[in-house]
C-alpha cells in the first residue's frame, strides 16, 4: 500500500468531531485513522499539521498524542522526513502489541506460539490460586456468566466474549489486580483470533461444558482438579493454533 501523506488529504474522508478530552480522543482517532486506512508497518503517517486540521485541534494536541504512541513504539520520527508506523519490536511493551493487534497488524507465527506458551503459563496458575481464594462473589459471577454462555451456546451465537469474561473472572478470583490487568492485556490482544476460534459453532458446546469443569473445581476450593480443567481446556486451544500455524508455515 502507498504511503499516506498531505498530497492525498483531499482523497481521505474528515474525521468526527474532537472528543471533549482531547488527548485520549484524540489518540483514539489517530489509532482509527491508521486501521481504517491499513497502514503498514513503514507506512508514513500526514503531517502534524495536516492531523490537525484534519481532527480539527491544534498542532500541540497532535504533538502529544504522537508522543504516546511514539513512546509505545507505534510510531517513529525519522529526521527530515516524518512520521511512520513501525513494526512490533521483540522489546515493544504489552501495550503496544495490544495496540498493534487493535489495528489489525498480525502477530508472526513466533510470536503466535509465544503468546500461546504465556496463556499457559498465566491461566494455570490462575486456576491455583483462585482455587484457594475464591469468595462466594467470585463464585457467584461465574455463574452469571456460565448461564450467559449456555444462553449463547443455545442460540448458536459467537461465544468469543463470553469465553474472555469467564477467564478474566477465574483471574480476577485470584484477588490479584496487577494479574488481572496482565491477562486483560492479552485476551485484547487475541480478540481477533477467539473470534475466529469459535466461528466454528461446534466448539462451543465443549468450550461451555470446560468452563462449567472449572468453575465446579474452584467452587470445591480444590487447586490440583481446578488446574487439570485448565490443562485439558487448554489442550484443544494450542491444538488448534499449532496446527493452523503448521498448515500456513506448509502453504507458504
Known sequence: MSNTDSSQKSTLPTAPAPASDERSGLLGRLLTFIAYHRL?????????RDLAERFGVGRGAVREALVVLETLRIVERRPNSGIYLRAVEK???IEAIVLQAELGIPLTGAEVREVVELRRILEMQAMRLAAERRSEDDVQRLDTILAQGAAAVAAGENLADNDAAFHLAMVEATGNHVFLRVV?????????????YFADGNRAPLSHLQHVAMRDAVAAGDPDRAEAAMGGHLRGVESYWLELLERRTRDD
Open 184 to 196: 486483560h492485556a492479552f485476551y485484547l490482544m487475541s480478540r481477533g483470533r477467539r473470534r475466529a
Open 40 to 48: 503498514q508497518p513503514g507506512d508514513r503517517l500526514p503531517a502534524e
Open 91 to 93: 522489546q515493544g511493551s
